[in-house]
Structures are given as C-alpha cells and as structure tokens.
C-alpha cells in the first residue's frame, strides 16, 4: 500500500442506532489491509468513544479517517456545542451525560482518557457555541 | 478453549445467538457494565458477562474483540438487537443468573 486512503462519515446527533457505523467499518477495512491487529483494536476504540462523544453530546458532524503506510489519522469534527474545560473533560471519571445516556452504559468519564490511552497523538480544539475538532493518530510503524 | 466447544459445554446459558467465528479461543471471563471502560479493559477474547443489553453493548463487544457476550441477570436482548448481533456475527448468551455467578462457570469451564 503506498497511496492513502481517506474515509469520511456523517454522525448524527442522538442517533444511537447507528452509533459505531463508522467505527465498525474502518476496522473491517483496516482488517482487509492487513493491519497489525493491535493496531486495529486501539484504532477501533479510539475512533468509537469519539464517535459516542459525537452522537451523545454534539449536535452532529463528520469523521474523516486517513489511512497511509505510516499512520491512521481520524478527525472528528462537530457543529457544536463546544466543550467549556477541556483540561476538565480529559479527567478519568469526569462526565456530563445526562441520565437517560448513563442507563445506557455509558457516561463513565472514560471516553477522553480511552482515546488518549489508545492513540499516538490527541489534539481536541474546541470553541464553545462553534464545536469542536478532535485529531487522533495511531501509527502503523 | 474454542467458542464452539464453549457454547457447547455451558448448559446453563441459554444461547440468543451463535456468531460467525466459532473457532475463537475463548480466554478470560470479564466483568463490567460500564461500556468505555469494557471497551478500554477487556482483554482479547473475553467472555463478557454484563447486564447491559443493547446495541451498544453488541457494539463493543465487536469493536474490543470480545468472543461472546453473556447477559446476565435474566437481561435480554430485544429483536432488533437480536438481528443485529445474527448481522454482525456476534454470539450471545444470556442467564437469570448474577455476574459473579456466571463468570465463575465460565472461570471454571476454562480451567477445569
């Protein structure tokens, strides 16, 4: 593989039933490509807790996921709201999803520090009432 | 142990649906309800045993690589959810029995 490969998909807010589309096809794709399993796993986590983030607490946006020989590069780009303190949202255990979200599993301020944990390099910039741009990578090599 | 062989050698679960990769090692029971941390925890080829019966739980079971789910608590999974698990290949069981109960079948299955 010596081109790069960019995949892009629309999150909808609230849209739970779809959640983890995007995720899921990227892994299959990089499992086509041959990808070092680890690789795919840390990828196919990082990329569904911003996925989540997106449908629990944005008001929607895209994912585009750029693959090369070298890296995996996701970007996750929402219409808002924004997120107030970014140094808040990183803390393990730190959440703001309502109740009706954490009956369904999630809401264990753990989605930040997975995407952390799971990826290279994470840069989230953010405005609040603009939205918010959240770049991952995994290396390959 | 292989997943087939697994499913196979618990009669205690009933089986919602067996998945597309029956020759899976199954390797450690793994207990949590909490999805980012089963999804950020569990190890490769775990028996996920939790009460959480949704498509999300379907989700992170295929995404962290689990190699089946085990509802426990009597908790179960609606039909589209059913549909969705036979779609993606994901095998489920489910038990009225606690988590502790269910994990330690499991354990014992694995080991004994």
Redesign the interface.
């Given at each position: 593989m010596n081109e790069s490969i960019t995949l892009n998909y629309d999150v909808d807010s609230s849209d739970?039933?779809r959640?983890?589309e995007a995720?899921?096809n990227v892994?299959r794709t990089l499992k086509l490509m041959d990808v070092d399993?680890e690789i795919v796993?840390r990828v196919?986590?990082s990329l569904?807790?911003g996925e989540?983030n997106m449908v629990i607490h944005s008001y929607g946006g895209e994912i585009k996921v750029i693959i090369t020989p070298d890296e995996i590069e996701m970007v996750l780009r929402d219409k808002g709201p924004g997120i107030e303190d970014t140094e808040l949202a990183m803390k393990a255990g730190y959440s703001t999803a309502p109740d009706n979200i954490r009956s369904?599993?999630?809401?264990?301020?753990?989605?930040l520090?997975?995407m952390k944990?799971?990826s290279d390099d994470l840069k989230i910039e953010s405005k609040v009432g603009v939205g918010t741009t959240v770049r991952m990578k995994v290396y390959i090599s | 142990m292989l997943l087939g062989s697994f499913i196979d050698s618990i009669s205690e679960f009933e089986i919602l649906n067996k998945g597309n990769d029956l020759d899976r090692e199954v390797t450690v029971p793994y207990c949590c309800d909490l999805l980012s941390i089963a999804m950020g925890r569990m190890p490769q080829g775990a028996a996920w045993v939790t009460v959480m019966a949704n498509t999300n739980a379907l989700a992170v079971a295929s995404l962290a690589e689990a190699a089946c789910i085990i509802l426990a608590e009597g908790s179960n999974l609606d039909g589209s959810d059913i549909a969705k698990a036979k779609e993606k290949g994901i095998t489920v069981l489910r038990s009225e029995l606690p988590v502790f109960d269910c994990a330690l079948l499991i354990y014992r299955r694995l080991h004994d």
């Open positions: 739970f039933t959640a983890g995720s899921s892994k399993p796993r196919a986590i569904y807790e989540i369904l599993g999630f809401g264990a301020g753990m989605g520090p997975n944990r799971y | -």
